[in-house]
């Protein structure tokens, strides 16, 4: 059986895990929000300069995304001026609407769902209207949600299942040839090329679509079991996606009790939901967010010397990834091979 954490561990590592993921979906009480958001830096915009263009950054302010957008700033700062509109799942399209009439950025930053959907709904209300380029990062399944929007490329968040799958098999003595992944109807694309990838591998991907458009906790579960006892897996890769990751009590209700029983290593995309002290994933790779902030300049003095053609661009994976391994779960339940530490990033103990 899975070790159980504290009541108290279990749900700081869902209201860390939320805080991490860039779907921006609730899975956090309003004061952990808070308290979160009070312990980041503030967000200081270094002072104009004359004759410098502007790159437009709409992003949360909690610390992941502030570790993006201050490597971003360190990167392009000799260049153009940076100006930050903090974004909250109660920001207006009017605000973001504001902000880009009186800045006219020469092109725009957009970090996580919440904020990309507000972009969308702002180029909805103006058709016909030319749009600065945008910039998305840090946003889920972004390559499948290129195209309902005008004038965006980036980078997409998701590390290739196949880099996961790969590296925990250089780690764990058990056995990972045939990976289950639960998935909802939109990330089908997603999935399937997923799947291709790890077929190189010799790996097995092996799909359940979830079809319902909220699903229920009978849902997940039933999925979760037909998994292991119909398609017999091994591993289990857990999405980040705000469908099925909906908030905290689903999260706990609806996944967990359903990994104890499976017996298999978990693969997360969020670091905090590898957590010794409240067990649920078992290894996470994951963007380097300050990586990711470098990444992001690159791409957009590469669009500036090419003249802002957004449509020559296409959407990037991110080059630097980070590792985490819960120690001691991998330890007692799957083995680890004599090498293994040397290839995690964070080992967990």
Known sequence: ??????????????????????????????????????????????????????????????????????????????????????VEPSTPVAELAAAITKQAPACLVLMNNATVRLYREYQRSRPGTTFPPAIIVMTSFLEDIRHELAGVTGIAYEVPGVTAFVGLRAILVAPITRVGVLHSRYSRPFIERQRVLAAKEQIDLVPVEIAAEQPTIADVQLALRSLRAVHHIDVLWVLNDNRLLRDGPFLRDAWTPVLDSLGIPVIVGAAPLVNPDAPFGTFAVLPDHAALGTQTANLILDLAEDDWRIDRHPVELPLSTISVLDVAQARARFGLRPDALNRVDRPLE
């Not at 004061?31 to 004759?51: H, K, N």
């Open 1 to 86: 059986m899975r070790r159980s954490g504290s009541a108290r561990g279990q749900w700081a590592v869902l209201a860390a895990f939320a805080l991490a993921l860039p779907l921006g979906c609730a899975l956090v009480r309003p004061a952990d929000r808070a308290a979160e958001v009070a312990a980041s830096q503030p967000i200081l915009d270094p002072p104009r300069r004359a004759g410098l263009p502007l790159v437009l950054v709409a992003m949360p302010a909690s610390v992941s995304f502030q570790a993006t957008r201050q490597a971003l700033v360190a990167e392009i700062g000799k260049t153009f001026d940076v100006s930050t509109l903090t």
